[in-house]
T-cell receptor
């Protein structure tokens, strides 16, 4: 079983729609959680951290469910510019921190 | 600039040749990661360096792959006797070692094509 699993998609939704992605992780000792965004042929960049209490950044909402070991990303009022691959990222801390990337969910917003 | 720098940005090599890829992390970042990404695929973890600790090499796909990090800064990833399946984008990332908030910053990658 992969340490971090995501639905690869692609998700193809119309502009203005709300779309949600889930990501599951296998290690209950995971400490920190993030969503990264990767545009086509570009490097991944941090979109937002995911906090236990949930957090919102404009149209983006991230939530963490430790009991079920999943995190989610909700995008409201989607824009064409939201088209990208969204990577779920989990950080472990044992003797040293380690960042594990999911393989990503592809999102395509159509006009 | 202050970001992660990788070189070369593109590399075309003949099957069987050795290649070296270089990564300059952000100054002060103790953690350094190598990933590779094949076309349309997710990130595949290769190797992780953290300070003076022994590197985590668990992701290296074969003994043709090796990496080192000199002086806790610059890292080189070496692929010996390259094969066509090695063709991918090789991404380097660095991060601060922090207990909770560990953002990783990526370089723009080296696109390796083995012909």
């Amino acid at each position: 079983r992969k340490e971090v699993e995501q639905d690869p998609g692609p998700f193809n939704v119309p502009e203005g729609a709300t779309v949600a992605f889930n990501c599951t992780y296998s290690n209950s000792a995971s400490q920190s959680f993030f969503w990264y965004r990767q545009d086509c042929r570009k490097e991944p960049k941090l979109l937002m951290s995911v906090y236990s209490s949930g957090n919102e950044d404009g149209r983006f909402t991230a939530q963490l469910n430790r009991a079920s070991q999943y995190i989610s990303l909700l995008i409201r009022d989607s824009k064409l510019s939201d088209s990208a691959t969204y990577l779920c990222v989990v950080s472990l801390y044992s003797s040293a921190s380690k960042i594990i990337f999911g393989s990503g969910t592809r999102l395509s917003i159509r006009p | 600039g202050a970001g992660v720098s990788q070189s070369p940005s593109n590399k075309v090599t003949e099957k069987g040749k050795d290649v070296e890829l270089r990564c300059d992390p952000i100054s002060g970042h103790t953690a350094l990661y190598w990933y590779r990404q094949s076309l349309g695929q997710g990130l595949e973890f290769l190797i992780y360096f953290q300070g003076n600790s022994a590197p985590d090499k668990s992701g290296l796909p074969s003994d043709r792959f090796s990496a080192e990090r000199t002086g806790g800064s610059v890292s080189t990833l070496t692929i010996q006797r390259t094969q066509q399946e090695d063709s991918a984008v090789y991404l380097c990332a660095s991060s601060l070692e922090m207990l909770t908030d560990t953002e990783a910053f990526f370089g723009q990658g080296t696109r390796l094509t083995v012909v």
